[in-house]
């Protein structure tokens, strides 16, 4: 996916942060989640890694983009979590990166495929169904 200033491909690319992007919910807990998640990952690699929402929560994904710009960090990737190809992901987060294009010269935005098909989704999916469940009545 690649749209002007935005680069496609990118593989190996020396980032300097990363920004996981999520939907944003009205629910406190759905950002605990999110935040266990990024704290996951940061743990794993030697680079910034900050997490930013669409809407309903912040910090938003333009505020982030802000934090880093005035940190210095000027190689970022972006990866969507969310799992298909929806409106956000093809529309809402490339037209929010190219924005920022225009906004920081000098920075370099690169955006990740969303998490999409993985088999190991599926042993998290029957873990939930053997898990707790709540009747509906």
Do not use: N, T
């Not at 190996?12 to 939907?23: R, S, T």
């Not at 190689?75 to 298909?84: H, N």
């Amino acid at each position: 996916m690649s749209c002007a200033g935005i680069q496609a491909g990118g593989e190996g690319v020396a980032m300097e942060a990363l920004i996981i992007v999520a939907h944003g919910s009205r629910r406190e807990d759905s950002h605990e989640v999110m935040e266990r998640i990024r704290q996951d990952v940061a743990s794993q690699v030697p680079y910034h890694v900050r997490l930013g929402y669409l809407q309903l929560q912040h910090p938003r994904l333009e505020e982030v983009i802000a934090s880093l710009w005035q940190e210095g960090i000027r190689k970022i990737v972006v990866v969507p979590a969310f799992l298909s190809y929806g409106a956000h992901v093809v529309e809402d987060i490339p037209a929010i990166l190219q924005a920022m294009v225009h906004r920081y010269p000098g920075v370099e935005f690169f955006l990740a495929e969303p998490l999409g098909y993985d088999p190991r989704l599926a042993a998290v999916l029957l873990d939930r169904v053997q898990g707790k469940k709540r009747a509906i009545r």
